[in-house]
C-alpha cells in the first residue's frame, strides 16, 4: 500500500452479485487502490445499521462464499490488491486452509478479520504463509502499547486502525483519537497503516490521508449503491474522495 490509498469496501451480492462486480471495478476506475470484499455473515457485530442492512439483503439475495471468491477474482483483475473482510465463524466453517487455498486462486491479497485475535489465529497464520496470504488484524483507541506490538507483529500487509470505539459508519466528523492511533502504531511496525470507521466525505478523507497511508470507506460507498444510478454514483465518490486524499499530498 502506497502512501495516500484510498481502500474501499462493497459486501459482496449487494445489492446482486454483477451490480457489486460492475461496482467495485467502476470504483478502481475512479481512484480505489485498494479494495474491501465483505463477506456476507448472519452476525455482524462490528456493522453498523447501513452494512448490516445490506450484508442481510445479501444474504437473502443467496449470496454465498463461491460469490465472494468470484467477486474477489473480479476486482483482482482490475490489478488492484482484492482483500476479504470476515467475520471468523464462516472461514472456520468452511475450514481454513480450504479457505485460504481458494482465496490465494481467486488472485485475493489477504483477509481482513475484525474479530480474530493474534493468539486464537495460528490455524489462520499457518494457512496464510502456506499459500502466500496478507492477514490485517486491527487496533483501536483503547489498544495499549503492548496490545499494539502483539497485534502488528502478527499482520501482513498492512495495518488497521479502527478511528473509534464503536461500529462502522458515516460521521460528520473524523475522531480525534485516529492520528495518535496512527502515531503509535507505526512505533512497532513498518507496515502501512489504514485508518477507517467513520470516513465519508473529500474532506474527512484528505484529513485522515495527512496522517495515515491508507484511507478506508465503507458505509459512503454502500450508501451509495443504494442509490438512484448506484453504479456511477460509487464511481463519483471514489473520484472525489480520491481528489481530497491528492490534495493532503
Known sequence: MKPGTLVGYLPAGFPDKATAIAAATAMVQAGVGVFEIGLPYSDPLMDGPLIADAVHRALTGGTRIKDVLDTVEAVAATGVPAFVMTYWNPIDHYGVDRFAADLASAGGAGLITPDLTPEESGEWLAASDAHGLDRVFLVAPSSTSERIATITSACRGFVYAASLMGITGTRDAV???????????????????AVGLGVSTPAQAREVAGFADGVIVGSAFVRALDGPDGVESVRTLAADLADGIAEAR
Open 175 to 193: 475522531s480525534g483519537q485516529a492520528a495518535g492511533l496512527v502515531t503509535r502504531t507505526r512505533e512497532h511496525t513498518s507496515l502501512p497503516v
